[in-house]
């Protein structure tokens, strides 16, 4: 009996260690970093100087918003004029009240871009300079200020 207790115990142990699980594949510390987490910026102001995106030289267009209100995202940009140069692409969504075709100077509006969460004490001329960069997703003209 002696002799066998020790072939009883490794015939035990040897199936636990062949089964074990290997280190979970999803666990936070076994991925790389994919990026920082993207969040939308809503702003909501006075637009001005839009130009619509040209199809025929694919030419982006650009606005112009001074922004009165933002989310808790852009809340730093507050007062702040921001002009999107290369912002409006062909797949910007544009809206536009009833019988207007064109976003005129001053209307009250709101714009709407996705970008890399930034930290909440980050500068608006830091923040600005990120956002006015990147892709806006939609304007909203809301009509006019009156």
């Known amino acids: 009996m002696k002799k066998l207790l020790p072939f009883v115990i ?3 142990v040897i199936p636990g260690v062949a089964l074990a699980k290997g280190p979970n594949p999803k666990s936070p510390k076994n991925h790389t970093n994919h990026g920082k987490a993207k969040v939308q910026y809503v702003l909501k102001g006075s637009l001005s100087a839009s130009t619509a995106f ?5 030419t982006n267009g ?6 009165m209100h933002s989310n808790r995202h852009g809340r ?3 007062g702040q004029p921001l002009t999107f140069t290369g912002g ?9 009240p009833d019988g207007v075709t064109v976003i005129a100077d001053g ?3 709101i714009v ?3 970008a890399p969460k930034e930290p909440k004490d980050i500068n608006a001329t830091d923040l ?6 990147l892709p806006v997703r939609q304007i909203i003209d809301q009509g006019s200020a009156s």
């Open 128 to 133: 600005a300079a990120v956002l006015t960069a």
């Open 54 to 58: 040209d199809s025929s030289t694919n």
């Open 107 to 109: 209307d009250r509006g």
């Open 76 to 78: 730093a940009l507050v």
């Open 112 to 114: 709407k871009l996705r």
């Open 10 to 12: 490794a015939a035990l």
């Open 62 to 67: 650009s606005i112009t918003i001074t922004v």
């Open 88 to 96: 409006v692409v062909s797949n910007t969504k544009v809206v536009l």
